[in-house]
């Protein structure tokens, strides 16, 4: 059984720095895609990155040049640095896990999640 779990989800304030962690089992984490995307009160989830299996990395516009994803392989982890957060970064964020890579933008394509980690910029 596929299991993503996500943490390091508090309430910071804006202008400072957070690292979300999502460890996986039941996949070979390897073989995936991994991604964050986030979901703010009354909008849309959407997209903020993925990183490949090649460890290629992506990111949304609004999210480019202030976050980090990494991923560690042998801990079945993959991780994302949020620095100089802004309110409207606020949103519960969701590890996503994809094992075609075609579309790693597109929430779709993505196979498995988890439940999610709650990030609260104060202002």
């Known amino acids: 059984q596929v299991q993503l779990v996500e943490s390091g989800g508090r309430l910071v304030q804006a202008g400072g720095s957070l690292r979300l962690s999502c460890a996986a089992s039941?996949?070979?984490?390897?073989?995936?895609?991994m991604a964050w995307f986030r979901q703010a009160p009354g909008k849309e989830r959407e997209f903020v990155s993925a990183?490949?299996?090649?460890?290629?990395?992506v990111y949304s516009d609004s999210v480019k040049g202030r976050f980090t994803i990494s991923r560690d392989n042998p801990k079945n982890t993959v991780y994302l640095q949020m620095n100089s957060l802004k309110p409207e970064d606020a949103a519960v964020y969701y590890c996503?896990?994809?094992?075609?890579?075609?579309?790693?933008?597109?929430?779709?394509?993505?196979?498995?999640w988890g439940q999610g980690t709650q990030v609260t910029v104060s202002s």
């Open positions: 990183i490949r299996r090649s460890g290629s990395t």
């Open positions: 039941g996949l070979t984490f390897s073989w995936y895609v």
């Open positions: 996503a896990a994809d094992n075609r890579g075609s579309s790693i933008a597109v929430e779709n394509e993505y196979d498995y």
